[in-house]
Antibody
Framework: QVQMVQSGAEVKKPGASVNVSCKAS????????IHWVRQATGQGLEWMGW????????GLAHKFKGRVTLTRNTSISTAYLELSSLRSDDTAVYYC???????WGQGTLVTVSS | DIQMTQSPSSLSASVGDRVTITCQAS??????LNWYQQKPGEAPKLLIY???NLEKGVPPRFSGSGSGTDFTFTISSLQPEDIGNYYC?????????FGQGTKLEIK
């Protein structure tokens, strides 16, 4: 079955960068886009962006352009989200999701605190 | 960008009740609409895709309808395990967007 396994929780200082990984299994990695969604504590879901693992193309929600980079390593079926210039309001759980939004990673808590 | 307006923001109902949540899109989203259930500490779970299609393994008491700008999610007979937060999401055009969520509680 499809599994999306994400990297562990991170604690970062304001201004730093964080890299979240998402290892996919159970399907052919390059055949399905991957989306990233985040959720601040007690808040709703926020779509951040998508990436096509085959061609490496990606797209981002306007508010993340310039701060978020989506990459992948096809040899290990892993997608990455890098968020830079971290602020306190970036504290959230970050999820990777398959193209149909049917298979989600377990989430990675990123805490930004001085 | 398409904005999704979901209502109500919270809902309390009794076991066995019929529960309805609505979602309105600011622009035509055709039928590119998902519904999710999320329980505390868990990732969202896809229940309904393409507005009215039940995801595999999801109980048939859950259903969805609508197209264009107006969508409805229904639980025909509320069960205790249905408590949680529910979200709609349009995937007609980027950026994909979610409704604000509905917190469902049992009376």
């Amino acid at each position: 079955q499809v599994q999306m396994v994400q990297s562990g929780a991170e604690v970062k200082k304001p201004g730093a960068s964080v890299n979240v990984s998402c290892k996919a299994s159970g399907y052919t990695f390059i055949n399905s886009d991957i989306h990233w969604v985040r959720q601040a504590t007690g808040q709703g879901l926020e779509w951040m962006g998508w990436m096509n693992p085959n061609r490496g193309r990606s797209g981002l929600a306007h508010k993340f352009k310039g701060r978020v980079t989506l990459t992948r390593n096809t040899s290990i079926s892993t997608a990455y989200l890098e968020l830079s210039s971290l602020r306190s309001d970036d504290t959230a759980v970050y999820y990777c999701v398959t193209a149909g939004f049917g298979d989600w990673g377990q989430g990675t808590l990123v805490t930004v605190s001085s | 960008d398409i904005q999704m307006t979901q209502s109500p923001s919270s809902l309390s109902a009794s076991v066995g009740d019929r529960v309805t949540i609505t979602c309105q899109a600011s622009h035509d989203s055709s039928n590119y609409l998902n519904w999710y259930q999320q329980k505390p500490g868990e990732a969202p779970k896809l229940l309904i895709y393409a507005a009215s299609n039940l995801e595999k393994g999801v109980p048939p008491r859950f259903s969805g309808s609508g197209s264009g700008t107006d969508f409805t999610f229904t639980i025909s007979s509320l069960q205790p395990e249905d408590i949680g937060n529910y979200y709609c999401q349009q995937y007609d055009s980027l950026p994909y967007s979610f409704g604000q969520g509905t917190k469902l509680e049992i009376k």
